[in-house]
């Protein structure tokens, strides 16, 4: 619930609230706060919001509720906002309400699986359910750039404006309806097969997809996944994974094999990470690809009398392109390098 002036709301995810995900409203009745002006919403995630809140009563009854005060129709304390490039997935109901707004711009948000039974939720406020957004008592509010997916029975209009709204551009072209959403369902085993520990074998584990151009990566943890245990130490390759191999596919269903990216087999007994690989992943960081894999946290069992489990880490880069490894260990507590 906002009540402020001059702020952003950015990067957000509001999901399975039972009420609305975000609300903005004065309450002057009781002289708590006042009207938001000069903020920006933007890059938030609401979903599954409202859920509790079905009542045709309600006048809260957006996913994301502008709400002004009172009956006057010329009460447009909220001044100034820009809802922008937020995602609104799964909601029923009205999934955007502007009330008592000017000088304002809603643009390039998506709204996706939207209204997919009825609801009744504010009609008693004179809201009408159908639409997916709806406008009363807005003067000079520009819709532009949002985009409706999968829009379910429950909607039956894109932008509903009142009499008592006026200077609202696009109300027909502010909303696009797409396609709906590709999708394929495809079950196991997967088109893909690899010789190892002496047989072909078609296990995929830790699996790790990128795209470049049309085609998919994917690198994962090969067969065996042997612990690394003392009773393993006398297998071949230590009764571990014999490397890191890449297979490339077009539609995520057929897969072929590129070439090995390590193999353990090829490296010097000295290497830290012979027969050590778990989890990989390619990561594409300023032009560049890098793989990241799990190699063991200890290389003689002293090194980790507790156990015999390594651990995983991940790759992040910041917006200097500083590359960073991550590594936590459980001890009394849980430190971090």
């Not at 005060?69 to 906002?81: D, K, T, Y």
């Amino acid at each position: 619930l906002l009540k402020a002036q001059n702020g952003l709301v950015e990067n957000n995810l509001i999901d399975g609230s039972s009420i609305s995900g975000i609300v903005l409203g004065p309450e002057l009745w009781w002289g708590e706060a006042d009207y938001s002006k000069n903020t920006i919403i933007r890059g938030n995630t609401i979903t599954h919001v409202g859920y509790a809140t079905t009542g045709p009563w309600n006048k809260q009854a957006g996913a994301l509720t502008i709400l002004g005060e009172g009956e006057v129709p010329e009460a447009r304390g909220h001044q100034n906002l820009t809802i922008e490039n937020n995602t609104f997935a799964s909601n029923d109901g009205v999934n955007i309400i502007v009330d008592g707004l000017e000088n304002s711009v809603v643009r390039g948000n998506r709204f996706i699986n939207a209204q997919q039974k009825p609801n009744l939720r504010g009609v008693d406020r004179g809201i009408d359910a159908g639409a997916l957004i709806f406008v009363d008592r807005a003067k000079n509010v520009r819709f532009e750039k949002n985009t409706a997916v999968n829009l379910g029975v429950g909607n039956t209009a894109l932008i509903k404006t009142t009499s008592r709204s006026s200077q609202i551009i696009g109300v027909e072209t502010g909303v696009v309806k797409r396609a709906h959403l590709k999708t394929f369902s495809y079950s196991n085993p997967l088109d893909l097969s690899y010789f190892a520990d002496g047989e072909t074998r078609r296990e995929v584990r830790d699996p790790a997809i990128i795209k470049e151009g049309d085609t998919y990566y994917m690198t994962f943890t090969m067969w065996p996944f042997r612990n690394r245990e003392e009773k393993n130490m006398t297998l071949p390759d230590n009764g571990s994974s014999p490397g890191i191999q890449l297979f490339s596919s077009k539609d995520l269903k057929t897969w072929k094999s590129e070439n090995w990216l390590v193999k353990s087999s090829d490296l010097p007994e000295s290497s830290p990470y012979k027969h050590r690989f778990w989890a990989p992943e390619i990561h594409k960081m300023g032009g560049k690809f890098y793989l990241i894999f799990t190699a063991d946290n200890w290389l003689k069992k002293q090194y980790n009398p507790a156990g015999d489990w390594g651990v995983a880490g991940y790759a992040f880069a910041t917006c200097r392109q500083r590359k960073y490894r991550y590594c936590t260990s459980v001890s009394l507590g849980i430190k971090a390098v």
